[in-house]
């Protein structure tokens, strides 16, 4: 054999060595498995391929993960909504050559089907009082008031107790158009239903079947104070809200199948939509897809933990590997959510860009 032809040999086997590193590396790396419907799918669909870091991009990262959430959902449900949780920077591009002309981010704003903003007039950072600073009101209700106009449903939660208070904020927010639900407590103390008032405001008894028929709505962070599960589900089902906003899991167990069926009953017997929300920017160590040996850095998209939440850790959301746990194939954490029934998803973390832009923990109550 001729120096030429070993050398030619050397070089076909590196680059075949070469071309065939990404695959091992691949079929090396953990998946989330979404035990939410209670098996294991035998194989998954093909994964997502997120999108590559852009250090200078970080707003279009999270709007081409929100895409691909969409585009997901969609094949597997037609009719699933999809609402994003703050984030309202998103709703909005800087002209590529003039970054002074600002316009609709028409592709992300249609992948969405709803926007849903904490303390829009009040609430934030104290509760029964009007969210400061001023210029944070301002800024919020104009960009609200884009999201309508491009035709997406605007859920507005604010957080007051006074009745006085309470009242004013409903008739302010349906004044505007938008939907609202006002929550006496904040964060993961969102465990109760209201006291005031008694009955959802607006209260409709007709039958709800997509976001465009929403009159009124209730979010709660923790069900497990309601008792268990069937408790919980027939308590919320004496009730009339056009839509219900819960966590995957009751206590420890995911919601059955059944229980999320009860759900979509109202008292009078129409129907309403149950709505799941999902964390997609950081991971929280409490959540099934968690693996004893993670850390901070190890694998190496986990990033920080939050500062208020050493359970809960910043992550590099648009590295492969962390959207497929979230979207993308039959074991992710989304389809878990569609299989078990939920009619949509409230997508929380939206605003996990900024960390990654330098602001810190700004996103207000999503730790």
Do not use: C
Not at 292 to 298: D, N
Request: glycine letters at 8%; zero cysteines.
């Amino acid at each position: 054999m001729t120096p030429m032809f070993r050398a030619i040999l050397t070089a076909l086997g590196a680059a075949l060595l070469f071309a065939l590193l990404p695959a091992v590396a691949e079929a090396q790396q953990p998946s989330g498995r979404a035990r939410i419907q209670g098996r294991d799918e035998s194989r998954p669909e093909a994964p997502v391929l997120g999108p590559t870091l852009s250090l200078t991009e970080p707003k279009q990262e999270m709007r081409d993960f929100v895409k691909n959430i969409r585009k997901f959902a969609r094949r597997h449900r037609r009719n699933f909504s999809i609402v994003v949780r703050n984030g309202l920077d998103l709703l909005t591009k800087g002209d590529v050559v003039d970054e002074s002309i600002i316009a609709p981010a028409l592709a992300y704003i249609r992948s969405i089907d709803g926007i849903l903003i904490d303390g829009l007039n009040i609430g934030i950072p104290e509760i029964d009082k009007p969210t400061m600073p001023k210029e944070r009101r301002e800024k919020n209700l104009k960009m609200a008031e884009l999201a309508k106009a491009n035709g997406l449903a605007v859920l507005v939660m604010d957080y007051a107790t006074t009745p006085k208070t309470v009242d004013d904020i409903y008739r302010l927010n349906a004044s505007r158009g938008f939907i609202s639900y006002v929550a006496p407590v904040r964060g993961y103390e969102l465990n109760m239903l209201p006291p005031y008032p008694k009955r959802p405001f607006d209260e409709n008894p007709k039958s709800v079947l997509s976001f465009a028929d929403i009159r009124n709505f209730v979010y709660l962070a923790d069900t497990s104070t309601f008792g268990q599960e069937d408790e919980f589900a027939l308590k919320i089902h004496q009730t009339n809200y056009d839509a219900v906003v819960v966590d995957v899991f009751h206590g420890r167990n995911p919601l059955s199948r059944r229980a999320i069926e009860t759900l979509k009953y109202k008292k009078v017997g129409g129907k309403r939509l149950v709505l799941a929300f999902m964390n997609i920017s950081a991971a929280e160590s409490y959540r099934y897809y968690w693996q004893s040996h993670w850390q901070e850095g190890s694998p190496l998209w986990i990033s920080a933990p939050f500062r208020k939440n050493p359970d809960k850790y910043h992550v590099e959301y648009w590295r492969p590997e962390w959207q497929r746990i979230i979207t993308g194939n039959t074991e992710s954490y989304l389809y878990g959510i569609i299989a078990q029934g939920f009619d949509g998803v409230i997508l929380d973390g939206i605003q996990g860009y900024r960390f990654f832009e330098g602001g810190g923990e700004t996103a207000d109550l999503e730790e």
